[in-house]
């Protein structure tokens, strides 16, 4: 080999070394130019692609534009007029590969580039493809390998929250009972379910609901030591593992502590949310349990909670699953009985006091039970509301409380100024349609708005007190009356009262109890009836039982009244049979003659 091929060999392998040094393409391609401009002592060195300049050495920044390298590297030009260098021929080599572009080399001089010095730069060309084909295939594998890496990560994961799925709690699960089973201390598995959740899905939306509940992960690991595991096993259940602990003392501090933080409200969608949860807590010394057996065990105590009042933490205890067993049998029963039309109204009538005349009824929802007999709403509202029923029997008792007052209104004279008196649930009142509904169900029976009354529990108005006047102020446009039922045992009503379209407070029945005892044990009622007076007003008092009772109310001027001293809720014949009674007798029944309904 002559001197020049030696030269030429050198200098390529000294570029070879050069640009596969680097891990990026950038510094591949301006360590490129950078060399074949010293190797071949150019005054410019350029590396183009079909439209821009990648890199360039040697070529002073805004003297030459760059468009004028674009047409050398296109052939329409072969010489630069380079500022300080004078006229220089180019010498240009294609680039193959991806890149579809161009190695572009400027000299000053007569003589411009021999073959010798063309067919190193094509050498380094060829170069500095393969070396950036390694980059491009190391880059897709480094992608690949992400990915692979992101999936696998993903299936373990809950995509909304983060926190790990169900699969992978159970795979942490199985290794925690392993190591207790060989002496590694006890472990802990809290079943958690979001009390309210279903309510914030259904009024403000499932974006909402997703918001929530990656509030409540971002909470659950503030409780947590780095050591736990709070995962997501679906919907709005949580499932959290203690490891390593001593007894039940330490698990009840972290179950109060999860608890208290939920308290807090959440900032939903801009607006302030309240959701507390449901714990069951069931715990294992020693391995003795399969996974599944200890996560039911949890499920079983926090079904517990929850048909304790929910917003507490249960401990399992052998025996619980028989409770559970019955509550799933009621909401299957209770499901059949929607399908099956064993839901009936009872009517508890209301008198006005000062008249002694009867002035409407309440519509009272029981279940006629096919073995059980009459079931009332105590043993099964409180389970229609979780499990959704609740909107179903609603719509059902709204309709059929106006259907059955138009029919008596047309069978009796006596009923055509009756009132009556229909409860909405907290769930109903959230219902973004209730106006529809209740629209629908005065069409539909014929009846006059004004013959309609609704009654609202005032621990609604705890949540989002904006949005539930609001609704009452649409149902109050349709013209029918409302009033808030057990006033006085809720939370806030005093405060937001005179911003509520109401007509009626009505005092519950555990104030009534007290109310001929004394100034003092009938305080509450009193002062009930006096703030009603105040704000202009109706006061109704449910639950009187005795005429003692019966006359302190009249004396302090409450206005309407019902219980068992007038009469206990009757079905729709024996309501029938008691306007009959006030038609037969010309005028309304005073109350001392209702006495034997009592």
Known sequence: ??????????????????VTSYVDEASVVRGAVERAAEALEAEVSAVTTRTEVLATVGYPVGDVPEVLLLEVAAGRRHVLDVPGAGLCRCLVVPLEGTLEGHFVLARSGEEGFSNEEAGLLRGMARVLTLALRMLRVVEVERELRERSERQAEEALHDALTGLPNRGLFFDRLERALTRAHRGEGQIALLFMDMDRFKTVNDSLGHAAGDELLEAVAARLRTCLRDVDTAARLGGDEFAILLEDVDGAAPVSQVAHRILETLRDPFLVCGREVFANASLGIALDAGGQHAPGDLLR?????????????????????????????????????????????????????????????????????RWQHPTRGLVGPDEFITLAEETGLVAPIGRWVLEEACRQLRLLEAAYPSARSLTMSVNLSPSQLRQRDLVAHVTGALRVAGLAPERLALEITEGVLVDDVAETVGTLENLKGLGVSLGIDDFGTGYSSLSYLQRLPVDLLKIDKSFVDSI???????????????????????????????????????????????????????????????????????????????????
């Not at 003092?520 to 449910?542: F, Q, V």
């Not at 302190?552 to 009674?581: I, K, N």
């Open 516 to 598: 001929a005892e004394g100034a003092e044990a009938g305080a509450l009622a009193r002062a009930i009836i006096r703030l009603a007076d105040t704000l202009h007003l109706r006061s109704a008092a449910e639950g009187i039982e005795t005429a003692e009772q019966l006359h302190e109310l009249q004396r302090l001027g409450c206005t309407l009244g019902q219980g068992y001293y007038f009469a206990r809720p009757l079905d729709v014949a024996q309501l029938g049979a008691l306007l009959a009674d006030e038609m037969a007798a010309g005028r309304h029944r005073h109350l001392a003659a209702v006495e034997k309904l009592a």
């Open 297 to 365: 065990n949890a499920d079983v105590a926090m079904y517990r909670a929850k048909t304790d009042g929910k917003g507490r933490f249960v401990f399992f205890e052998p025996g619980m699953e028989a409770t559970v067993l019955q509550h799933l049998e009621l909401e299957g029963e209770l499901r059949r009985a929607v399908e099956h039309h064993e839901l009936v109204l009872h009517y508890q009538p209301i008198y006005a006091l000062a008249s002694g005349r009867l002035a409407g009824v309440e519509a009272l929802l």
């Open 1 to 18: 080999m002559d001197a020049s091929g030696t030269w030429a060999t050198q200098q390529l392998l000294e570029f070879v070394a050069l």
